[in-house]
């Protein structure tokens, strides 16, 4: 059976995500890699908003991932081995680079239902598309 990645920063998205993997490839996907990324481009900017030190923000988002990672692992508990983390960087480099370290089969993300030029611009997809080594499976999420 195969891994694979499936990054998510919230719990409704994680839930529809691997429900999608749950419905559509069971047969193929035992295990599954949860990643929540702490967005380094935003750090800077949630400093500033709520005037705490970078640590401080840093160590509160990965407590907010935690939890939602926990959750969404509850609602699949034995349909799935899972695994999860919370990394801190650039989110296309980040996914690229973890799906590498877990030797994952399978990337999956969630997309949102918006202008097709926005999306490529201000998303991580071409980006992981291109780079990656493995397929890239989009899910619509709305």
Sequence with gaps: MKKALIQINSYEDGVKLVNSINVFCTEFISNIHLLLIVNQENIEYLVNLYGKSKDEIIKE??????????????EFQGRFVFTWEVAVGL??????????????DMIVLGTQQE????????????????????PVLLIPLR
């Design 61 to 74: 988002k990965q407590k907010e991932y935690e939890q939602i990672a926990h959750s969404v692992i509850s």
């Design 91 to 104: 989110i296309g480099e980040t996914i690229v680079q973890k799906a590498k370290e877990k030797k994952v």
């Design 115 to 134: 202008k097709v030029t926005k999306r490529l611009v201000t998303t991580p997809i071409p980006y992981v598309a291109e780079t990656s080594d493995v």
